[in-house]
Nanobody, 124 residues
Framework: QVQLVESGGGLVQAGGSLRLSCAAS????????MGWFRQAPGKEREIVSA????????YYADSVKGRFTMSRDNAKNTVYLQMNNLQPSEPAVYYC?????????????????WGQGTQVTVSS
């Protein structure tokens, strides 16, 4: 059974940084696509970043380009999201998600497995 466990959320001042982690288990992840999404209250879940663990380009939403970096440790089946210069508009629950046998997909419905989410709060 695939399990995704996020950690690293918390409270940060505007302009600050956080690093989220997503530990995956229960499947061979070498060919998986991993994505980071976020959902603010009253809003739809939106893609933040995505890439394939086997390599290739990483997708970033325009709103986070240059500030967020997605990386992975294949040996640990863990992906990370380094978030710098967080903005007051970005508090949300951040989720990691996994999809298999697809390319770099950016729509929530393309993902088969989800973590429980981790809350990110940004104070102004």
């Amino acid at each position: 059974q695939v399990q995704l466990v996020e950690s690293g959320g918390g409270l940060v001042q505007a302009g600050g940084s956080l690093r989220l982690s997503c530990a995956a288990s229960g499947h061979t992840f070498s060919s998986s696509t991993m994505g980071w999404f976020r959902q603010a209250p009253g809003k739809e879940r939106e893609i933040v970043s995505a890439n394939r663990l086997s390599g290739g380009a990483t997708y970033y939403a325009d709103s986070v380009k240059g500030r967020f970096t997605m990386s992975r440790d294949n040996a640990k089946n863990t992906v990370y999201l380094q978030m710098n210069n967080l903005q007051p508009s970005e508090p949300a629950v951040y989720y990691c998600a996994a999809a298999f046998d697809v390319g770099v997909v950016v729509t929530a419905t393309d993902y088969d497995y989800w973590g429980q989410g981790t809350q990110v709060t940004v104070s102004s």
